[in-house]
């Protein structure tokens, strides 16, 4: 169910960003995209699982809501209303992140990485992360060699996370393609878990299909965040940190579009 909090913003502009190529702040309104989310919310609720499209006999349980409602607590989940080349509407959906550790989930749009290259990448830089780690716990705490080895598995760590993130293809609507890193226009570090949030996903699929975005709009499903900031059933603006630095570019040339 929608709460009071996601009545009050629920016809805000909840996707833009600026774009440092253009300088100028990128936006797309969320009117559109509230049905589409208010008939979504209805079918999770019903239904209880995210491959509601499919027959009963052959839903996956990896792909069950109830990890939404433990100590996991919830995810977002987003609609973008596009128009096709021919200006017939085009309803895309996406969930963040994974669910339940599944990448692709039949109606949902992908995400930005290949899940086979990331898994991989990981699995690598666990063999060079885990020993660190397995060394630094037996060695005495706050010793010299200790914060040696603390600093060593950071670097390790960067290192691990620079390889990630350059897996990352980030698209927008003048046909250009940058790496992860040219997307985010922010000088610190691009936060872990960057560019696998419901708009980045939703944005670069439609980039590739030659889709016009016309309303995005993202909500919160499952047991409310710890801090409370964050309730089932309410609307919430892309994130600060992570999608809002790439958003400015992904959303470049989304007015030029002629459909």
């Known amino acids: 169910m929608v709460t009071n909090e996601g009545k009050e913003n629920i016809d805000a502009i909840s996707c833009?960003?600026?774009?440092?190529?253009?300088?100028?702040?990128h936006e797309l309104p969320s009117e559109l995209a509230i049905p589409h989310c208010l008939e979504l919310m209805a079918q999770l609720g019903e239904h209880r699982r995210i491959d509601f499209d499919v027959a009963l006999e052959d839903a996956?349980?990896?792909?069950?809501?109830?990890?939404?409602?433990?100590?996991?607590?919830?995810?977002?989940?987003?609609?973008?209303?596009?128009?096709?080349?021919?200006?017939?509407?085009?309803?895309?959906?996406?969930?963040?992140?994974r669910h339940n550790g599944v990448w692709n989930v039949?109606?949902?749009?992908?995400?930005?990485?290949?899940?086979?290259?990331?898994?991989?990448?990981?699995a690598l830089g666990n063999l060079d992360?885990?020993?660190?780690?397995?060394?630094?716990?037996?060695?005495?705490?706050?010793?010299?060699?200790?914060?040696?080895?603390?600093?060593?598995?950071?670097?390790?760590?960067?290192?691990?996370?620079?390889?990630?993130?350059?897996?990352?293809?980030?698209?927008?609507?003048?046909?250009?393609?940058?790496s992860?890193?040219?997307?985010?226009?922010?000088e610190k570090g691009i936060?872990?878990?960057?560019?696998?949030?419901?708009?980045?996903?939703l944005l670069n699929y439609a980039a590739i299909h030659h889709l016009k975005p016309i309303s995005m709009a993202e909500f919160f499903w499952g047991k409310e965040t710890a801090s409370g900031h964050r309730k089932e059933g309410a609307f919430y603006a892309s994130c600060a940190e992570k999608c809002q630095?790439?958003?400015?570019?992904?959303?470049?040339?989304?007015n030029n579009l002629i459909h």
């Open 60 to 97: 996956d349980p990896r792909l069950s809501t109830d990890g939404l409602y433990t100590a996991m607590r919830g995810r977002m989940f987003g609609i973008l209303v596009c128009q096709d080349a021919e200006g017939k509407e085009v309803i895309l959906r996406a969930f963040s992140s």
């Open 106 to 122: 039949s109606g949902w749009v992908p995400p930005l990485v290949d899940e086979h290259r990331f898994v991989a990448e990981v």
């Open 16 to 25: 833009f960003g600026y774009c440092k190529d253009c300088g100028e702040i």
């Open 191 to 201: 936060p872990v878990g960057t560019g696998d949030c419901c708009a980045p996903k």
């Open 180 to 186: 992860l890193e040219a997307a985010f226009y922010l």
């Open 245 to 254: 630095p790439l958003l400015g570019f992904m959303l470049c040339g989304v």
């Open 129 to 178: 992360i885990h020993p660190l780690t397995d060394l630094i716990a037996t060695l005495p705490k706050e010793s010299k060699e200790w914060y040696l080895k603390i600093a060593e598995r950071r670097i390790v760590s960067h290192g691990i996370l620079a390889k990630l993130n350059a897996l990352y293809e980030i698209h927008n609507f003048r046909n250009e393609k940058r």
